[in-house]
């Protein structure tokens, strides 16, 4: 035993560089982990600057100075970001309210599809497993009622929060944006000198996070204006809501889709029925997903996602329980430096196998 792990060991760390990429990998995944929710403006604010760079880089491509170039994006954005939240914020929230004052009717409504169903199919179901049904759904929705008011709650109490996110983030965000290369060039002093194993992940790994979180942004942005098109022209009620969820669901790859599919075919049905408007509607919603996958996704994320769909979720769940959101969110980029590490990893073959090399020649 203790031979199989010693030849493991001089396979995977005799490189000098292969122990320094271990060491800085277990550092920064720590201290996220220890102290991510601290630095929840630094993450929110890093967000942003991969998502602005690009625009800075092609300004300066123009020969506009960066602080200009810097300047001149971020007030665009933040313009754009306050025009966006006052026009669509009061009807997001009135279109929740509206729901969430529909909700009791639905829920008679659902009661008495479930009671008939005794009767439609006496061969399948008893009233007693109906009654039994409607009992176990009335305590789940109450659960459900509490953790919304528990959430409704918490959100009143972190107003102080999300003032220090407003004041913060912009600012983070501009000078990680100006003083890009000063700070990779101080952060450097800090690190080995032979780190160029870990420069080369590095490098790798940080064009493909930009191009995902701008084509992240891109694709729901897209994803949220075809929804709410479609569902507003077939007339399905909270078409600017579930558009949004929709928009929102492209954060979580499959998974999402799966979920917000539910409460867009609930809505459907207690406004329509079973009748014709709610396969088409179903229809169409499959086809803004179909397209999504098939001709969206490899568009933007050409380059950027090259895993298994299998790799993909496990990097979802994994990530997304050690960090939540954020783990959700970066859990393709991630995964990505998970793959870089793997490729760029230096292995030394063993003595035995170059003898065994060396025979076969």
């Not at 929102?248 to 014709?276: M, R």
């Amino acid at each position: 035993m203790l031979d199989i792990l010693r030849t493991w060991y001089r396979r995977n760390f005799s490189d000098p560089q292969a122990v320094i990429l271990a060491i800085l990998l277990i550092v920064g995944f720590s201290g996220v982990l220890l102290v991510g929710d601290i630095l929840a403006p630094a993450l929110v604010a890093l967000i942003f600057a991969y998502l602005l760079e690009g625009v800075v880089a092609k300004l300066e491509q123009w020969h506009l100075p960066r602080i200009a170039a810097v300047t001149l994006v971020l007030v665009a954005f933040l313009l754009l970001a306050v025009i966006v939240l006052l026009g669509l914020a009061p009807l997001l929230s009135r279109q929740v309210a509206s729901l969430l004052r529909e909700i009791p009717s639905m829920v008679t409504q659902g009661q008495q599809a479930l009671m008939r169903l005794p009767e439609h199919y006496p061969a399948l179901f008893t009233e007693e497993q109906i009654r039994n049904l409607i009992a176990a759904l009335h305590s789940e929705l109450a659960d459900f009622g509490k953790s919304i008011l528990s959430v409704s709650l918490a959100q009143a109490v972190s107003i102080f929060t999300f003032v220090i996110y407003v004041i913060l983030v912009p600012l983070l965000v501009f000078f990680m944006l100006k003083d890009k290369d000063r700070m990779l060039s101080w952060l450097r002093h800090f690190l080995p000198q032979r780190s160029e194993l870990s420069f080369q992940v590095w490098q790798e790994v940080d064009e493909k996070i930009g191009n995902y979180i701008r084509g992240k942004v891109i694709e729901i942005a897209i994803v949220w204006v075809v929804s709410y098109l479609t569902f507003a022209l077939m007339g399905l009620n909270y078409s600017l809501l579930l558009s949004f969820l929709v928009g929102l669901s492209v954060i979580i790859p499959y998974v999402g889709a799966i979920s917000v599919t539910i409460p867009i075919a609930i809505i459907a049905y207690f406004q329509w029925g079973f009748a014709a408007d709610f396969w088409y509607l179903l229809i169409a919603y499959q086809v803004i997903q179909l397209l999504d996958g098939n001709v969206l996704v490899p568009v933007l994320f050409s380059e950027v996602v090259n895993l298994h769909p299998v790799a993909i979720i496990v990097a979802v769940l994994f990530f997304g329980g050690i960090w939540g959101f954020w783990g959700v969110f970066f859990a393709i980029p991630l995964a990505t430096l998970v793959q870089a590490v793997l490729n760029a990893w230096p292995r030394v073959r063993p003595p035995h196998d170059e003898s065994e090399t060396s025979v076969a020649a």
